[in-house]
């Protein structure tokens, strides 16, 4: 079965792009209710002194815990380098809700991208 990432997949942002200084920024958080599996995409167009990204999860999207291990294939956290990208990708969540705990070393542009699916259900096309 092929899955089609425009219509069996809900791609938002996580974060805008902007210039963000030395602390720790949390993406919006994606509910798993609507599809299976979920990933957040990194991108950091400039780079300080340390970009290390964390996988949360929830289930009532308030209290966040951070991915232990990578038992149940989730990616714990990312750590760039350099001026690049990264994902955290979370085919098992552990919780209703996932996101990102970025912790910045000093200022970076940086944004994140979330993506859930496939969903659970997919609306069928209008027919014109």
């Not at 974060?15 to 200084?21: D, G, P, Q, V």
């Not at 999207?61 to 990708?89: H, Q, R």
Request: hydrophobic share 35%.
């Amino acid at each position: 079965m092929r899955h089609d990432v425009g219509s069996n997949f809900t791609i938002s942002e996580g974060l805008t792009a902007l210039s963000r200084t030395a602390a720790t920024y949390t993406t919006t958080a994606i509910d798993t209710t609507k599809g299976s599996t979920a990933a957040i995409f990194l991108s950091c167009g400039t780079w300080a002194t340390s970009f290390v990204a964390t996988l949360q999860y929830s289930d009532d999207g308030v209290t966040y815990t951070a991915e232990p291990d990578a038992t149940a294939g989730n990616t714990v956290s990312v750590t760039l380098t350099a001026a690049g990208s990264g994902t955290l990708k979370c085919p098992n969540p552990r919780g209703r809700y996932v996101r990102a705990s970025v912790v910045l070393g000093g200022t970076c542009v940086f944004s994140a991208t979330n993506m859930v699916g496939p969903l659970r259900r997919v609306e069928p096309a209008v027919a014109s």
